[in-house]
């Protein structure tokens, strides 16, 4: 069974940072490409950043460039966004989700990022 | 590449035919998913490739469209399918969501 299981999140101040880390188990999580996808208390959802299987290609959404930091450990079927610079907006439940290419096929349940003073 | 979806909500019964449709502001091609939301829960696929049904989401919701105009269809509304819907492009990146549907029992 495909499972996606996100930790790390937390209340932060502005400014501050936050690691958030995302354990596979169920598949062979070197083969898949992985994203980091947020939802800000009742809002929509938005793609926040992506990385290719090998780690070779990455993308941001303009909202974080610059600031987060994908990388992936397939040694350790881990996902992880380091979140520096944090601002208020960035407050929301950060997912995980696998890609197969053009869909988002299994998500986590998703960790709480508050960033507050 | 922004997704526009109509209506932003809707009220409507079980047993009802609903519509929901995603404008893409350019051609996406085929390259659309459709996800199904209920609170406190992650998304979860139903429909990728604009019209391919997600291996167990039942046969009662449809997708169709290519381009820039694309529909979700729930033949048949079951309460279970009460929620909130998003649209996502994957033709590039930013892999955009539309700003969802919220569909609620009337």
């Known amino acids: 069974e495909v499972q996606l299981v996100e930790s790390g999140g937390g209340l932060v101040q502005p400014g501050g940072s936050l690691r958030l880390s995302c354990a596979a188990s169920?598949?062979?999580?070197?083969?898949?490409?992985m994203n980091w996808v947020r939802q800000a208390p009742g809002k929509g959802l938005e793609w926040v950043s992506y990385?290719?299987?090998?780690?070779?290609?990455?993308y941001y959404a303009d909202s974080v460039k610059g600031r987060f930091t994908i990388s992936r450990d397939n040694a350790k079927n881990s996902l992880y966004l380091q979140m520096n610079s944090l601002r208020d907006e960035d407050t929301a439940v950060y997912y995980c989700?696998?890609?197969?290419?053009?869909?988002?096929?299994?998500w986590g349940q998703g960790t709480l990022v508050t960033v507050s003073s | 590449i922004q997704l526009t979806q109509s209506p932003s909500s809707l009220s409507a019964s079980v047993g009802d035919r609903v519509t929901i449709t995603c404008r893409a502001s350019q051609g996406i091609s085929s390259y659309l998913a459709w996800y199904q939301q209920k609170p406190g829960k992650a998304p979860k696929l139903l429909i990728y490739a604009a019209s391919t049904l997600q291996s167990g989401v039942p046969s009662r919701f449809s997708g169709s469209g290519s381009g820039t105009d694309f529909t979700l269809t729930i033949s048949s509304l079951q309460p279970e399918d009460f929620a909130t819907y998003y649209c996502q492009q994957l033709n590039s990146y930013p892999h955009t969501f539309g700003q969802g549907t919220k569909l609620e029992i009337k």
């Open positions: 990385i290719s299987s090998s780690s070779s290609t990455i």
């Open positions: 989700a696998r890609q197969v290419v053009i869909m988002f096929d299994y």
């Open positions: 169920g598949f062979t999580f070197s083969s898949y490409s």
